[in-house]
């Protein structure tokens, strides 16, 4: 069985800075892809950052410049360091990790539960 456990989200004022992290468990044979989404109230979730097991990055417009992924294979961990924070990222924030599990070979996605970012003055 595979888990992924997030942490790191809270209050911040803009400008400010967080980082999220986000720890898979379980039986793993591999892990590809993973990624950080984010939901505002009353909007869709929508794509923040992706890396892939080759540690090529993706960003969606309005994270660029600010937002860095990374990922640490040994400890299965992804992370989304967050700079220069504004109002308009305050959303809940879902870890992604297409993982294959030893139990069947099977790739799947996993999520996170979320965490809240709120940016606020």
């Known amino acids: 069985q595979v888990q992924l456990a997030e942490s790191g989200g809270g209050l911040v004022q803009p400008g400010g800075s967080l980082r999220l992290s986000c720890a898979a468990s379980?039986?793993?044979?591999?892990?590809?892809?993973m990624g950080w989404y984010r939901q505002a109230p009353g909007k869709q979730r929508e794509l923040v950052a992706t890396?892939?097991?080759?540690?090529?990055?993706n960003y969606v417009d309005a994270v660029k410049g600010r937002f860095t992924i990374s990922r640490d294979n040994a400890k299965n961990t992804v992370y989304l360091q967050m700079n220069s924070l504004k109002v308009e990222d305050t959303a809940v924030y879902y870890c992604?990790?297409?993982?294959?599990?030893?139990?069947?070979?099977?790739?799947?996605?996993?999520w996170g539960q979320g965490t809240q970012v709120t940016v606020s003055s």
């Open positions: 992604l990790q297409q993982i294959r599990a030893i139990a069947d070979m099977v790739n799947r996605n996993y």
């Open positions: 890396i892939t097991s080759g540690g090529i990055t």
């Open positions: 379980g039986s793993i044979f591999s892990i590809n892809v």
